[in-house]
Structures are given as C-alpha cells and as structure tokens.
C-alpha cells in the first residue's frame, strides 16, 4: 500500500489525537486547514507541516489529498463532510457525526454516493479497554449483561468552558451531547441497541446555554439496564465503563488504572460478601485515538470493516436528541 496523503480541517485540540494517529500510521499529512489564520501559522511551524489553506475549498481541491479529518466545531461537520465526499475524499469525522438526524442522513448519503469510506470518531470504540472488554463479552466471560454504566466527566483542566462549547448555536448541546455521544456509542458498541431513555440534565456551575451536568438511564432492547454520566462539574477528568452480568462484571476506570482493566467473578458461592475472584487484564498498545485514526486507515485499505460509520455516529445523536427531548417533558422516552 502507497503511503496515505492526508489533510487536517480544523487545527484546534483534537486535530492534535489526529497528527499523532497519522503519523504513527506512517501517513503523510500535506496540509491542514484552519479559519484562524494565526492558530493556522502556529500549527503548521509546530507540527511541521508544510502548508495551510484558510479556506477548506483549498485543501479539498488537492489531488494529492486521498483523506481528511474533519476536526471543527460541530455545527460545521454537515457542510463540511459534504465538501470533501463531493470532492471524493475519504472521511474521518469528528463526532457528535450531526447536530440533527436529517444532516446525518445526508452526510451518510454523500459519502455512499462518492464511494468513500466515512468514519465518525467515537474513538471509544477503538481503545484497548472497549476492544478487550468486547471479545470477554462476546465469549461469555461474564455471563448475560444485566446492568452497564457508562462515565465520562471532567473540569476542563480546571478552567472555564472553552471556545464554542458553551454556545447552543455551534455546538448544539452541553456535556450530554459532548462527552454523552462517546458514552451512547460505547453502550450500542458493548451492550445492544437501546430501547428507551429517561433522562436528567442541569447547569449547575457555568453561566453557559447548555447544560454542565446530566444522567441518562438506558433500557437495552437486550433486556438489560444501563446508565450514563456526563459532566463538566467533575473534579479532574474520569473516564469508564462497568458491565455487570450473570457470571461476573468487567470494570475499567481510567482515574483507577488506564492500563487494566478488571474481570471480576466468584469461583464458590460460600466466598463473603465482598471478596471476589479478580483477574487485572493489561492494556498495551497505541492510544485510543491513534487506534481510530489506524482502523480508518485500514479501512480504507480495505483490510478491515468501518469501526464507528457513520449510522453508527446517527444512531449516537438520536440517544442524545431523544435524552434531550426526554429531560424536557420529564419522562422516559422509547425510541
Ligand atoms: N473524539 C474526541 O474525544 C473529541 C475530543 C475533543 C473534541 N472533539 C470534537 O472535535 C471537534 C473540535 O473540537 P476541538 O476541541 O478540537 O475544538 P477547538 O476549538 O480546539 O478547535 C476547532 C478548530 O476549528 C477551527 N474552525 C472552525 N470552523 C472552521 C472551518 N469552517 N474550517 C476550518 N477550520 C475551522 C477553529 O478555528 C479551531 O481552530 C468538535 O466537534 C468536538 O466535539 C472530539
């Protein structure tokens, strides 16, 4: 395989996961693109990269260019994805994949019209921990899934809401939608499809138009439950998955151990009450998003399925638009 020449739209925090995904897969990144001409400047000296388009138009008009990240606020992930599926260049977007499920559609639409392969990037998915916590449960490691929660919380380092995350009109939502998007993929990803959600959401620390804190409780077309947690309120950032089930529960926290994750289960019933078997699984390998951005690589390659497509990403905006619509009238909502 010829050596994947790549382009960056977007040259903010996340683009960073990207640069370092891509070269760690050995991809050439050609150009990036940012509206901000001085962040556009700093980023091309500091990533080495040898040019910068302010314009998308630009980037996406580069015959060299075989695909792109899509690393820009949310609003603009729709017009976006459609440029480059026009201009016929494979997509790796940045997740929440839409603000409403029509854009998706039509983004989904775009990229099978030209052809390309669109990945969305709820890199979760990719991590050494879901990977792992995947096979054991599709092995029956841990019997029938009865109970999974989901959290992924944080400060913002400590400071404020940064940029466009606190405004309704570019982001679309608050932490549910931002943190509680990865969260809904991951449930889909480990549990199954979810049949209803009743959700809770609230801004208790920022003066922001979304909301800094909210809970939603999942029922699984499986049959088994599940909650998530989203936060801008937390104290320093936390990241994890516990599935619960009939013969033992898997458990992966990441302000615990990021590099293991726990399989606990009970080899007699006369053990106490708090004492189990545990067996503490390392976890090896590349970082999360560099693991994203090389299933993306190989999927083009065509060596392997689209880990997160962009139905996938769909059906991600859907939980949250329906917790949304769920926190509003204060009832459950079944999908
Ligand atoms: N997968 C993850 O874990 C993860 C983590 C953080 C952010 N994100 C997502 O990535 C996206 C960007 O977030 P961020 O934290 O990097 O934001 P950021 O504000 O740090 O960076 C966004 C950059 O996009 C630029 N930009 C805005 N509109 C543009 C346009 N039309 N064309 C070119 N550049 C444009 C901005 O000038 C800015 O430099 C968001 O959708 C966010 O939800 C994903």
């Keep these: 395989m010829s050596v994947h020449r790549v382009g960056i739209i977007g040259s903010g925090a996340i683009a960073a996961a990207h640069v370092r995904g891509y070269r760690k897969a050995g991809a050439e990144i050609v150009a990036l693109c940012d509206v901000d001409a001085d962040r556009l400047a700093a980023r091309c000296s500091e990533w080495e990269v040898p040019r910068g388009d302010a314009d998308a138009a630009d980037l996406l008009g580069d015959p060299q260019i075989s695909a792109v990240s899509i690393c820009t606020p949310n609003a603009t992930h729709h017009p976006l994805t459609l440029a480059a599926a026009g201009a016929g260049k494979h997509v790796l977007c940045e997740k929440p994949v839409s603000l409403n499920l029509a854009q998706g559609e039509q983004m989904i639409e775009a990229c099978d019209r030209s052809g390309v392969v669109f990945q969305v990037g709820h890199h979760l998915r990719s991590s050494a921990a879901a990977t792992l916590a995947k096979e054991m449960i599709e092995r029956g490691d841990i019997g029938v899934p009865t109970y999974l929660r ?20 570019a982001s679309g939502g608050g932490t549910l939608l931002d943190n509680g998007c990865h969260l809904f993929d991951l449930a889909r990803f480990l549990g199954s499809d979810v049949r209803d959600v009743f959700a809770r959401v609230a801004t208790r620390k920022f003066d922001i138009e979304v909301e800094d804190t909210a809970v939603a409780s999942l029922g699984f077309v499986s049959g088994a439950l599940g909650h998530i947690e989203t936060a801008w309120t937390a104290t320093g950032w936390q990241e994890g998955f516990w599935i619960f089930g009939t013969e033992g529960s898997i458990e992966f926290d990441d302000r615990v151990d990021r590099k ?33 951005v090389a299933n993306f690589l190989a999927a083009i390659e065509g060596t392997r399925d689209v880990i997160c497509t962009g139905r996938d990403g769909l059906e991600a905006v859907r939980l949250v638009l329906a917790s949304y619509e769920s926190a509003d009238r204060g009832t459950p909502i079944v999908l």
């Design 150 to 169: 989901f959290r992924q919380a944080h400060d913002w380092d400590g400071g404020g809401v940064r940029g466009v995350f606190g405004s309704r009109e």
């Design 260 to 292: 293991a994750l726990l399989r606990r289960w009970r080899s007699e019933s006369t053990m106490s009450w708090g004492v189990t078997e545990v067996d503490t699984h390392p976890l090896g390998g590349l970082d999360p998003h560099s693991r994203h």
